[in-house]
C-alpha cells in the first residue's frame, strides 16, 4: 500500500506541485490537491480501491480549479502503471459538482476514480 501511496503522490504532481494524502499541513497553499484511498474490495486477486481526488481552491476566480480538475478527469481514465512490484490502472467513476463547504471563500471539486490494484509481491 505504501508503494501504491508513493507512486499515486509522483504521478498527481505532475499535474500539480502540492499535493497530499488525506490531511493537509496548515501551512499549504493554494491551490492544492487531496487525494485518498477510502475503501476497497477484494475482486480475485485484485483489490479495487475508490481514489478521490479533490481539488481544493480560495480564490474567487475557479478558472484554475476547474482546468485542473478537467485534466485530471481527462488524465487519470485509463491510467496504467506496472513496473516489477505493482501494477495498477484508473478509471473514471464520478465527477461531483461543486460542494459547499463550511467555509464560503473556500471552493472544491471532488473526482472518484476506481483503482484497480495487483502487487506482485504477495505472490513471491
Known sequence: MIILRKKLMKLLKLYHPQVYFQKVPHTAQFPYIVFNLP????????????????????????????????????????????????Q???????????????DTNIKRRKLIFQLRYFDRRLFE
Not at 481544493?56 to 485509463?78: H, I, P, Q, V
Not at 478509471?91 to 463550511?102: K, T, V, W
Open 88 to 102: 495498477f490502472s484508473i478509471y473514471r467513476e464520478n465527477r461531483l459538482p461543486s460542494l459547499d463547504e463550511d
Open 39 to 86: 475503501n476497497a474490495y477484494s475482486n480475485e486477486q485484485q483489490e479495487v480501491f475508490n481514489l478521490d481526488v479533490d481539488i481544493w481552491d480560495n480564490r474567487s476566480d475557479t478558472s484554475e480549479l476547474e482546468s485542473l480538475a478537467s485534466k485530471l478527469w481527462k488524465e487519470l481514465n485509463y491510467y496504467k502503471h506496472t513496473d516489477d512490484h505493482i
